[in-house]
């Protein structure tokens, strides 16, 4: 359920003189300003382009088997979404979350001949489990069409709350409650979609929700006699690996990552000196929470180990531990229950379902997507040549519910199927057209100043392909005016007006908060795993024919049209409508 990392806060009432200021340092910055020019010849071509894209036309269609025959016989191996799921409840987890939420509505509007839904929800202070289902799920803009077409009656016969959370050995606060006892006998499909993302988490609290948690979750899918499990997990978690790689699953006391770049020759051998044990570094991590580490240190030591074992951060080591429990569960059970690795990328808005555009709070590339809009960014360290993973969030939720006919289909497995939503392989992004299309598109429609209506001018999203440059001019635009500002209020013998000192805060604040999204997201755009989409884009062709359209797989994302509708979605959704243009609104 906990989503929104801190990294996604972003300091929005920065002066846009920053810009001005970095523009005194882009003669030095080399080849890292190339993409500025070519964009430059580009630009009214492309943005004539856009004119024709509509954010509200249709998504580029499913892809397609390669021929008749190949439909039959995969249609013939699988069950439809609707078949598989018609009167079977299912145990839903982490449903507060963004992409639970479009994966709930999806499967009420596309399959409402579904079982009962439980969704594990946790008391917060006074509000209970039901006060949060109705007001933080059911009441959210993204059910508007079913409230309209089905009736509030309906939701509620169908959507249910059960109290619990994944720190919870049972799961459920009250294993003998009536909601419990319910719950268990009523679902055969359980979803687990609870995750903490923040990617510096503290590392006691990602092991217990990212890692224990998936431990839990397979237990209590062995317990019910599940028909499927879906554990929704993130493609990030081949860690270090380069290159394109297969959706493979991890074995429980195989070798980390770590270990596989020595064998490969691409790391030294004092990587893999120590191998990876799950259960000893939960240990650490308890023992160190236990003798009283600081969050501090406890951010530090996850990041430590993550690195150690070849992972970018606590957050994706954390993920693939759970994998590996889930993995080990499955080789211990009597008779496994079929599950489904749904790992998604980078998780953005919708493309087309529920709404075009609609997203609920600020995810991963947001922070740079507003920050640049409003002029308070002017670069970005990233290699322009790699490639930014984006995948739209009703993707993904097509891919969970594909997959749940398909586990059922393949029966009891002692590994379970991976699957990778994802489009560095299937349809990459590179990340200086990202930049380019993200330039274009607020050229065409630019945020607006909040007190004064006046457009802003965020010129081109500069790629730092070197990162001492981007430090540097971080350092030129923000930390030197208010080093300047204190010398002159030293020099001066008194304190400076009150708002000069306040715009030297702002800009201290802001040097601090660019070095942190720089130094988080750094092991992002400079990344260089690619992510084989084969498995997920055969869930697809597996389905029966009349399904395709309705729950086929979308890989083939027009990236222009994509986020052209992402940053009117940030607009309406996030910003509420603030300072941004009238075609937005």
């Avoid at 690195?307 to 954390?318: A, I, N, R, S």
Wanted: glycine share 8%.
């Amino acid at each position: 359920e906990k989503e929104g990392p801190q990294q996604h806060q972003v300091i929005l009432s920065c002066s846009v003189s920053c810009t001005k200021m970095a523009a005194s340092a882009r003669s030095v910055a080399g080849p890292a300003f190339s993409r500025g020019a070519q964009w430059r010849r580009n630009r009214r071509r492309s943005v004539r382009q856009i004119d024709r894209l509509q954010p509200n036309a249709a998504a580029p269609a499913a892809v397609e088997p390669e021929d008749a025959a190949t439909t039959a016989a995969f249609a013939s191996q699988t069950l439809g979404v609707r078949d598989a799921l018609r009167g079977r409840g299912c145990l839903i987890t982490g449903s507060t979350g963004f992409l639970a939420k479009v994966t709930l509505e999806k499967l009420l509007r596309s399959a409402p001949e579904v079982g009962p839904l439980w969704l594990v929800i946790a008391a917060r202070g006074e509000r209970t489990a039901e006060e949060r289902l109705r007001t933080e799920v059911l009441d959210s803009p993204v059910f508007a069409q079913l409230r309209e077409t089905r009736g509030e009656e309906w939701l509620a016969s169908k959507v249910r709350a059960v109290p619990g959370d994944l720190n919870n050995e049972a799961i459920f606060s009250f294993p003998d409650s009536p909601e419990a006892r319910s719950a268990c006998a009523e679902c055969s499909v359980v979803i687990n979609s609870a995750a903490t993302t923040a990617f510096d988490e503290l590392a006691h609290v990602a092991l217990e929700v990212n890692t224990e948690g998936a431990r839990r979750v397979a237990a209590l899918a062995e317990r019910i006699g599940a028909a499927a499990l879906v554990h929704v997990s993130t493609a990030y978690v081949n860690g270090l690996r380069k290159g394109r790689t297969a959706e493979r699953p991890f074995v429980y006391g195989g070798p980390s990552i770590a270990q596989e770049l020595v064998g490969s020759g691409e790391a030294a051998d004092s990587a893999a000196q120590e191998p990876l044990d799950v259960e000893a570094e939960g240990r650490r991590i308890r023992a160190a929470k236990a003798a009283g580490a600081s969050d501090d240190e406890m951010r530090a030591l996850g990041s430590e180990r993550a690195k150690l074992h070849g992972w970018q951060d606590t957050y994706v080591w954390t993920k693939a531990m759970g994998e590996m429990m889930v993995e080990r569960a499955l080789r211990e059970m009597e008779s496994p229950v079929p599950t489904s690795i749904v790992r998604p990328s980078i998780v953005e808005s919708a493309f087309q379902e529920p709404m075009g555009g609609w997203i609920e709070g600020i995810r991963m590339a947001d922070p740079i997507i507003i920050g640049f809009g409003r002029g308070q960014l002017f670069g970005f360290p990233a290699n322009p040549d790699g490639t930014l993973d984006v995948v739209p969030a009703d993707s993904v939720a097509n891919a969970i519910l594909a997959s749940i006919p398909a586990a059922i289909s393949r029966g009891p497995e002692r590994l379970p199927k991976v699957y990778h939503v994802a489009t560095s392989v299937a349809n990459p992004l590179r990340v200086g057209r990202f930049a380019e299309i993200i330039s274009q598109h607020f050229e065409r429609e630019p945020m607006l100043e909040v007190k004064t209506g006046a457009p802003i001018s965020a010129g081109y999203l500069t790629l730092y392909r070197i990162q001492p440059v981007y430090y540097a001019t971080a350092f030129l635009a923000c930390k030197l005016p208010a080093l300047v500002s204190q010398l002159k209020e030293k020099l001066n013998g008194a304190p400076l007006p009150a708002r000069e000192r306040a715009q030297r805060v702002i800009k201290e604040k802001q040097f601090e908060q660019l070095n942190y999204l720089a130094s988080i997201y750094s092991p992002y755009t400079f990344y260089r795993c690619l992510f084989d989409a084969s498995n997920t884009i055969e869930l697809t062709k597996m389905l029966p024919e009349e399904e395709r359209a309705e729950f086929g797989v979308r890989l083939d994302v027009d990236w222009e049209l994509y986020w052209a509708v992402h940053c009117r979605g940030l607009i309406n959704f996030v910003l509420k409508g603030r300072g941004g243009p009238t075609s937005a609104r």
